[in-house]
């Protein structure tokens, strides 16, 4: 029925408290359809960076994501980076397979200066 797809204002207000609860890092994670967030996931993990740079792609090239997987991909052999794509690649996973996946991203950010939250 069509009354299911207008918003509520209950539901507008439930989506606009959960947006507020998501961590600044989380709004950026790549929003990607199934199967690529499998694919982003297992590539992050394997192929550090890649995956993230991939999510990027898809998700309409976003410059953050892009500049985060180079960055994992060049800090992977200090373990760090390895570590950061496979966290990432998780977040990644639950992002858009879970109840996350319903959220809209809250924007893009044109430089990795507008992902630092102001204090």
Same mark, same amino acid.
């Given at each position: 029925? !069509?009354?299911?797809?207008v918003d509520?204002? =209950?539901?507008v207000k =439930?989506?606009k408290?959960?947006?507020?609860?998501l961590k600044?890092?989380?709004?950026y994670i790549?929003? /990607?359809?199934?199967?690529y967030h *499998?694919?982003c #996931?297992? !590539? %992050? &993990?394997? !192929?550090p960076?890649?995956?993230? &740079? !991939?999510g990027?792609? *898809?998700d309409?090239?976003?410059? /953050? %994501?892009? #500049?985060?997987? &180079? @960055?994992?991909l060049?800090?992977? @052999? @200090?373990i &760090?980076?390895? @570590?950061?794509? *496979?966290?990432?690649? *998780?977040?990644?996973?639950?992002?858009n397979?879970?109840?996350?996946?319903?959220l809209?991203? /809250?924007?893009r950010?044109?430089?990795?200066?507008?992902?630092?939250?102001k204090?």
């Amino acid at each position: 029925p !069509l009354c299911a797809m207008v918003d509520t204002p =209950k539901s507008v207000k =439930k989506k606009k408290k959960q947006m507020r609860q998501l961590k600044w890092v989380q709004r950026y994670i790549p929003k /990607v359809k199934r199967p690529y967030h *499998i694919v982003c #996931c297992v !590539l %992050n &993990i394997f !192929l550090p960076g890649t995956g993230t &740079i !991939l999510g990027a792609i *898809i998700d309409k090239c976003d410059m /953050v %994501n892009v #500049c985060f997987g &180079i @960055l994992q991909l060049l800090t992977a @052999l @200090l373990i &760090i980076g390895w @570590l950061w794509s *496979i966290v990432w690649g *998780i977040a990644m996973y639950k992002r858009n397979s879970g109840p996350g996946k319903h959220l809209p991203r /809250v924007g893009r950010a044109e430089s990795v200066g507008d992902v630092i939250p102001k204090t």
